[in-house]
């Protein structure tokens, strides 16, 4: 690999090989099933299912066939996923699409998904995250009007530097907040999914009367309605981001996959059933937050319970989306393909607080330039892109390299229908309804060609760069990690 390659030419390198003479300095594996369990739900369950239920009411035309792009979105998520397991337990990394992608198609390609993945991605979905906790976190504070601007940016920012210091301490303490969060955001989605039960006994079904009357029918709107509700689910691939700190990973991944995707499939559906149940699709589609809303007509006074919810929910899932996020910076930097400082640990906390830093400031940066109306699609087009070319790594691996040894294994058609997924994704938008910003988003991921040559190719690295190095390691007191062997 090119870190390998580097490790015999750099001199840089000469405290990595000494720590992997000596005592094997590495992050600890702490992430058990129900904290994996956690890690997915906790993730995925965010600001979606408060936000996205009149995106997709919108894009499809009615009820029926909303919901039923809200089902094939989790049976997405869950081939995804199940994919996703197969090569976690084939190639025993963390680091996710990057690591497979390097594993699989090389260098190049995988130093693209890590430059877009660290540079923009993650942090735009970070700060995207902080914002909805923002809003909902303040709006209390502001009845009857909406909140300023700069009251919202500045609570996301100090949102980013909480998790920031929380991730930094400790992994057990990220853990257990994600676990306390996990178990808040359940409660507060079962509170709806009740509601709304309660208000189907009642006889409150009209939402669901000719439920398929005005479908729409096409190919862009429904890709378009499908980026929406994806955006939801998103995270279901994150306990493949943090594979080395599983305890057993060949048992613990597939598991902890099989009892979070569907759990919140369910929860979706049924909390998108409640709120059809308390409105009308016109109410539904006229609403700026659908869960608020839904609180005020169910709830009455106790309606402050839905935005206090929002707010725990969507600090629990910038947690996990952030938990992981640095962990790509992490591991991208241990291959080569970072600066070297971005793959070392803190000495007593062992955890990568460098990536971690990197990772909040980028997101900082996003939060200051502006809002993100569009985040949605185009994190969805980026994701997408990326997700098909790591299926295409896995079908590769069963139809020309059986032999390897792998504790679990997918139907090849799953990978298949996922596959497909990904490329209609991609492509619908395109085709449907051009946009500018996707030849933007296309010329930014090979923009790292500029990069990738002269200091990963040749390594063709200035001089100063090892001194920063070292002031930079002092400072935050961090060493070089090596890999965990499972």
């Given at each position: 690999?090119?870190?390998?390659?580097?490790?015999?030419?750099?001199?840089?390198?000469?405290?990595?090989?000494?720590?992997?003479?000596?005592?094997?300095?590495?992050?600890?594996?702490?992430?058990?099933?129900?904290?994996?369990?956690?890690?997915?739900?906790?993730?995925?369950?965010?600001?979606?299912?408060?936000?996205?239920?009149?995106?997709?009411?919108?894009?499809?035309?009615?009820?029926?066939?909303?919901?039923?792009?809200?089902?094939?979105?989790?049976?997405?998520?869950?081939?995804?996923?199940?994919?996703?397991?197969?090569?976690?337990?084939?190639i025993k990394e963390s680091g996710g699409e990057y690591i497979y992608i390097l594993r699989i198609f090389g260098s190049f390609p995988a130093f693209l998904f890590a430059y877009t993945s660290v540079i923009l991605v993650r942090p735009a979905g970070l700060a995207a995250v902080c914002l909805s906790f923002a809003e909902y976190a303040i709006a209390p504070f502001y009845p009857g009007c909406s909140s300023p601007q700069v009251a919202i940016k500045c609570t996301a920012a100090a949102c980013i530097l909480i998790l920031t210091i929380i991730n930094c301490l400790n992994v057990?303490?990220?853990?257990?907040?994600?676990?306390?969060?996990?178990?808040?955001?359940?409660?507060?989605?079962?509170?709806?999914?009740?509601?709304?039960?309660?208000?189907?006994?009642?006889?409150?079904?009209?939402?669901?009367?000719?439920?398929?009357?005005?479908?729409?029918?096409?190919?862009?709107?429904?890709?378009?309605?499908?980026?929406?509700?994806?955006?939801?689910?998103?995270?279901?691939?994150?306990?493949?981001?943090?594979?080395?700190?599983?305890?057993?990973?060949?048992?613990?991944?597939?598991?902890?996959?099989?009892?979070?995707?569907?759990?919140?499939?369910?929860?979706?559906?049924?909390?998108?059933?409640?709120?059809?149940?308390a409105m009308t699709p016109s109410e539904l589609l006229s609403s700026g937050a659908v869960a608020v809303t839904w609180g005020d007509k169910v709830l009455g006074s106790w309606a402050w319970l839905i935005s206090l919810s929002v707010a725990l929910s969507?600090?629990?899932?910038?947690?996990?989306?952030?938990?992981?996020?640095?962990?790509?910076?992490?591991?991208?930097?241990?291959?080569?393909?970072?600066?070297?400082i971005l793959s070392m640990a803190h000495v007593r906390c062992l955890t990568p607080s460098p990536a971690l830093l990197f990772t909040s400031a980028m997101s900082l940066i996003m939060i200051i330039s502006g809002s993100f109306t569009n985040i949605v699609n185009f994190f969805s087009f980026m994701a997408w892109l990326f997700y098909g070319m790591t299926i295409s790594g896995l079908l590769y691996l069963k139809i020309k390299k059986p032999e390897l040894p792998r504790s679990y294994k997918v139907p090849i058609i799953i990978p298949i229908i996922v596959l497909m997924a990904a490329v209609y994704l991609v492509l619908a938008p395109i085709i449907d309804q051009p946009q500018i910003e996707i030849l933007y988003i296309v010329l930014f991921i090979f923009s790292g060609i500029i990069f990738y040559f002269p200091l990963v190719r040749f390594k063709h690295h200035p001089r100063f760069f090892g001194r920063v190095t070292l002031h930079l390691q002092l400072l935050l007191e961090v060493a070089p990690t090596t890999k965990n062997a499972n």
């Open positions: 690999s090119t870190m390998r390659e580097r490790k015999r030419t750099d001199p840089l390198h000469l405290s990595t090989d000494l720590s992997e003479g000596k005592e094997k300095f590495r992050l600890k594996q702490e992430v058990g099933l129900i904290s994996g369990v956690s890690l997915i739900a906790g993730t995925m369950i965010g600001s979606g299912i408060f936000m996205s239920p009149e995106w997709v009411l919108h894009h499809m035309g009615n009820p029926a066939s909303s919901l039923l792009i809200w089902a094939a979105c989790g049976l997405l998520a869950m081939f995804g996923a199940l994919s996703y397991a197969e090569l976690g337990t084939i057990r303490l990220a853990t257990s907040v994600m676990n306390i969060f996990t178990a808040a955001k359940l409660l507060a989605l079962l509170v709806i999914v009740v509601g709304g039960l309660v208000l189907l006994a009642k006889g409150q079904t009209q939402s669901f009367q000719n439920g398929f009357q005005g479908t729409t029918a096409g190919i862009g709107a429904v890709g378009v309605a499908f980026y929406q509700g994806l955006w939801s689910y998103d995270g279901w691939n994150n306990l493949n981001y943090v594979t080395e700190e599983l305890k057993k990973p060949e048992v613990t991944l597939p598991r902890a996959l099989m009892i979070a995707i569907p759990l919140v499939t369910c929860l979706y559906l049924l909390v998108n059933v409640s709120y059809l149940a969507t600090f629990g899932s910038s947690n996990g989306t952030f938990f992981s996020g640095g962990r790509v910076c992490y591991i991208a930097a241990r291959e080569g393909h970072m600066p070297d």
